[in-house]
C-alpha cells in the first residue's frame, strides 16, 4: 500500500472545512470589532482605512464599514493637498474596483464608487465608462453597472447618439440583452421626439424612427423566437402616450374629476377656474391609491352652484406640459370634456397610413412564424398586440381564440391571459359603448377575471358585471364618480372594497355571491346616496340582532333584501 495517496473521508473533508470557516469567521469578527471600536472611539486614521480594506476585500456588502470609510477620507481629505487627495481618492477607486471582481452586485461598492468621484478634483470619466464597458461585458444584466453608467454619461457629457449607438452594438451581439432594449427605449424618445407643439416635449418617438425600431425587433424575434427582450421592447413600441383623458365638473358636489390615460401622481395638477388659478387639494378616489389615473378636487364653496353662471375650467398637467378645457354652461347640472373613439383611440396610438401598412406586414410576418412555431406562447401574444394595434373590434373573436390557444400551450399563466383576456374585452366594450354615445356599462356573462380601465368609466351610470368570475370589487371600483346603479350578482365577489365614496349610488344587486360578514359592508356606509341593496343568496353571517346592525351600518338603505 506504500506510494498511494492516503484518500479523506468525507467525514474529514466536512470536519476539516468546519475548522476552517470558524478560523477564517473569527479572525473576521475580531477585525470587525476593532473597526468599531476604533470608529466609536472617534479615530480617523489610515490604520482604519487599512482594516476596513481587510474586511471589505472579503465581504463588499458591509455598509457601516464603507460609512465608516467615508467619514475617514474626509478627515484624511482636510489635511492634504489637492494633488495627495487626487492620489488619495484614486487610490480609493482602484480599491473599490478590486471589490468589484468580488462581487460585482454590490450595492455599497457602486454608492462608495459615485460618492468617491463627486470627491475627486479632477475626476476621470473617460475610464468610468470603460469600467461600465467591461463590466457589462461580463454581465450585460448588471443594473447596478446600467445605473452607474447613467450618472457617468450624465457627467461625462456623452452624447444621447452616442449612447444610442452604445445599444445597438450590444443588441447586435446579443439580442437577449433586456437591459440595452429597456436603456433604447429612454433614449429614443430624446433623439427622435415625436413633433409636438412648441414647449410641449414628447415622450413618443417619431414615426419614421419608428418604422426602423419595428424592423430591428422583427430581426430579432426571427432570430430567436423564443426569447422574451424583443418581444417586451415591441410591446412598448405599440403603447400610447399619457394624457389627461377627460375631465367631470359636478355642480350639485362643486367637485372636479380628472382621469388620465395611465396612473399618474397629482403633482403638477393646477386648476383654473374662469381664468384664475385656485389653490385646491387633490385626492385620489380611494385612500390606498397613491399612484391614482382618477383625481378629484373640491372647489371653494359657492363657485359654480348657482345653475345660472357659465364657467370655464382648465385643468393643467405642468409634468407633461398639457392641459384640458371643460365649459360648464348655463343651465347644465354637470360638465365634461373628454377624448372619444371618433376623434383619438383610447387604448392604441393614432396609425397614419405608412406605419398601419407596416403593422400589417408585421402580423403578417408572425402569422407566418406561427406556422413554423405554432407553439410559441410570445408569437401568439404579439399576434393578438397587433390585432389590437390595428382594429381591436375588427380582430375581436380571433384574439379570443388566440387566448384559447395560449391557455393550452401555456397553462401555468392561464390566470394571466384571462386578466388580459377580460382587459381587452373591457376595452372593446368601452370603444363600443363610445360609439354609441351611452353612460351604461354591459359585460355580463363574460368570463370576467379581473376590472381594468376603470378610470374610462368615470361618466358611467349603470353597470352590469353579472354571471361572470369576479372576486372583489378593487379599491379602483371607487373611480366611478358617477354611477348610480349597480349590478353584479352571481360572482364569486368576497370584497367590496371599491364601493367607496361613491357620491350618486343608489342601487346595488349582489345576488349569489360570497360576502360573509356584515363587515364586508362597511365600505358602503360611504355612500351616501345608496337606498336599495340586495344581497340574496350571499353567506352571509347572520346574527340574532342582524336587522339592528345593518340599520346601524347603512341607515339610508330603506329596501334591503338578505
Not at 465608462?129 to 448588471?142: A, H, I, M, T, V
Not at 363657485?303 to 392641459?323: A, F, G, M
Request: aromatic share 8%; glycine share 2%; with cysteine.
Amino acid at each position: 500500500m506504500h506510494g498511494r495517496v492516503k484518500v479523506k473521508s468525507t467525514a474529514q473533508q466536512e470536519e476539516e472545512k468546519r475548522k476552517e470557516r470558524e478560523k477564517k469567521l473569527k479572525a473576521f469578527v475580531s477585525a470587525r470589532d476593532a473597526v468599531l471600536r476604533k470608529r466609536s472611539a472617534g479615530e480617523h486614521d489610515e490604520e482604519a482605512l487599512q482594516l476596513t480594506q481587510q474586511l471589505l476585500s472579503s465581504n463588499p456588502d458591509f455598509a457601516t464599514l464603507w460609512n465608516y470609510r467615508r467619514e475617514v477620507l474626509l478627515q484624511l481629505e482636510t489635511s492634504r493637498e489637492k494633488d495627495e487627495v487626487q492620489k488619495l481618492y484614486e487610490s480609493e477607486l482602484h480599491f473599490i474596483e478590486a471589490c468589484l471582481k468580488v462581487n460585482p452586485k454590490s450595492y455599497g461598492c457602486w454608492h462608495h464608487r459615485s460618492w468617491v468621484n463627486t470627491r475627486l478634483p479632477q475626476p476621470d470619466w473617460t475610464r468610468e465608462l470603460g469600467l461600465c464597458d467591461r463590466c457589462l461585458s461580463l454581465d450585460e444584466r448588471n443594473f447596478h453597472c446600467w445605473d452607474y453608467r447613467r450618472v457617468v454619461v450624465k457627467e461625462s457629457g456623452v452624447s444621447v447618439e452616442q449612447e444610442l449607438q452604445f445599444t445597438d452594438r450590444l443588441i447586435g451581439s446579443n439580442f437577449s440583452n433586456y437591459s440595452s432594449w429597456h436603456y433604447r427605449s429612454t433614449l429614443l424618445p430624446q433623439l427622435h421626439p415625436q413633433p409636438a407643439p412648441d414647449s410641449i416635449h414628447s415622450h413618443r418617438v417619431c414615426e419614421e424612427q419608428l418604422l426602423k425600431e419595428y424592423e430591428l425587433a422583427h430581426n430579432a424575434f426571427f432570430t430567436d423566437p423564443n426569447d422574451q427582450s424583443a418581444w417586451f421592447y415591441y410591446r412598448w413600441l405599440l403603447g400610447r402616450e399619457e394624457m389627461i383623458s377627460c375631465v367631470y365638473v359636478s355642480r350639485e358636489r362643486e367637485r372636479v374629476s380628472v382621469a388620465f390615460s395611465k396612473p399618474v401622481h397629482s403633482e403638477g395638477l393646477m386648476l383654473v377656474l374662469d381664468g384664475q388659478p385656485q389653490q385646491v387639494e387633490w385626492r385620489s378616489t380611494h385612500p390606498r391609491l397613491r399612484h391614482s389615473p382618477v383625481w378629484l378636487c373640491d372647489l371653494p364653496p359657492g363657485s359654480v352652484s348657482d345653475i345660472s353662471n357659465e364657467h370655464n375650467l382648465t385643468v393643467h398637467w405642468t409634468e407633461k406640459y398639457t392641459h384640458r378645457d371643460c365649459a360648464l354652461y348655463t343651465g347644465c347640472a354637470e360638465s365634461w370634456c373628454r377624448d372619444s373613439a371618433t376623434d383619438q383611440e383610447l387604448f392604441r396610438s393614432e396609425l397614419s397610413v405608412e406605419k398601419s401598412s407596416v403593422l400589417q406586414a408585421e402580423l403578417q410576418s408572425c402569422n407566418q412564424l406561427l406556422e413554423l412555431e405554432p407553439q410559441n406562447k410570445w408569437c401568439l401574444l404579439t399576434i393578438i398586440l397587433l390585432m389590437r394595434a390595428l382594429d381591436p373590434l375588427g380582430h375581436e373573436k380571433e384574439t379570443l381564440a388566440h387566448f384559447q390557444t395560449l391557455k393550452e400551450v401555456d397553462p401555468m399563466r392561464s390566470s394571466y391571459y384571462s386578466d388580459l383576456c377580460s382587459k381587452f374585452l373591457i376595452e372593446n366594450t368601452i370603444l363600443k359603448m363610445e360609439y354609441a354615445e351611452v353612460r351604461v356599462f354591459s359585460l355580463s356573462n363574460k368570463n370576467l377575471t379581473t376590472l381594468c380601465h376603470l378610470d374610462q368609466l368615470l361618466l358611467v351610470t349603470h353597470i352590469n358585471l353579472s354571471s361572470n368570475q369576479l372576486l372583489r370589487l378593487p379599491p379602483q371600483f371607487a373611480m366611478l364618480q358617477c354611477l348610480e346603479v349597480l349590478e353584479a350578482d352571481d360572482n364569486a365577489i368576497e370584497s367590496l372594497e371599491g364601493l367607496y365614496h361613491l357620491p350618486k349610488l343608489e342601487e346595488v344587486s349582489l345576488r349569489n355571491n360570497r360576502i360573509l360578514f356584515l363587515s364586508d359592508l362597511e365600505s358602503l356606509a360611504s355612500c351616501t346616496k345608496l337606498t336599495r341593496l340586495d344581497l340574496r343568496g350571499n353567506p352571509v353571517h347572520k346574527t340574532a340582532n342582524i336587522d339592528s346592525e345593518l340599520s346601524q351600518l347603512l341607515p339610508l338603505v330603506t329596501a334591503l333584501s338578505l
